[in-house]
């Protein structure tokens, strides 16, 4: 969408060109057609994605996720924080922290976020992330998230293997 808005401004600043260098108007009116043009268009792109509207929420309740190399339907999680707040911290007791401080298993951490997460988890839905190890993750400060709680899920697969 925001290629087509892209495309519809250069095509202003285009016209806005022949209407500087002559003296026809429907140059200056086309650039100001396109201008509003890509306007409407980011307006409704606005609306469709705007928080609480039923069709997008509609389209995120049943979402697939893999966790420990299954294919599980993941509903829409009532205690999951609205996207703009943060998750909780995992608790993690000391054991747990030790085992984790040597883990190379990868984890999800978004830029400018103090949790790291399983790649299932539905609070990362969408949202772009990077793969670190555990160990990595620790060693920067990254905290766990309570929703997808990967300590207790790496430390349990570290234990059975």
């Known amino acids: 969408m925001l290629f087509v808005v892209l495309l519809l401004v250069l095509a202003a600043l285009g016209l806005l060109v022949p209407a500087l260098t002559t003296s026809n108007t429907i140059w200056a009116w086309s650039s100001v057609g396109a201008s509003v043009l890509a306007a409407l268009v980011l307006a409704w792109d606005w609306w469709r994605r705007r928080p609480g509207d039923p069709a997008a929420d509609a389209q995120s309740v049943d979402q697939l996720a893999v966790a420990d190399d ?31 401080a040597d883990l190379v298993d990868e984890v999800r ?25 555990a160990q990595e993750a620790r060693q920067l400060q990254f905290t766990p998230c309570a929703v997808c709680t990967p300590d207790a899920v790496l430390v349990r697969k570290s234990r059975s293997a």
Do not use: I, M, N
Not at 112 to 129: D, T
């Open 70 to 100: 299954q294919r599980v339907v993941v509903s829409a999680v009532a205690d999951t924080p609205p996207a703009d707040e943060e998750p909780p911290e995992e608790d993690t007791d000391a054991a747990d922290l030790l085992v984790v």
């Open 109 to 133: 951490v978004l830029d400018e976020r103090p949790r790291y997460h399983l790649s299932s988890c539905s609070w990362l839905a969408g949202r772009p992330s990077l793969g670190l190890p």
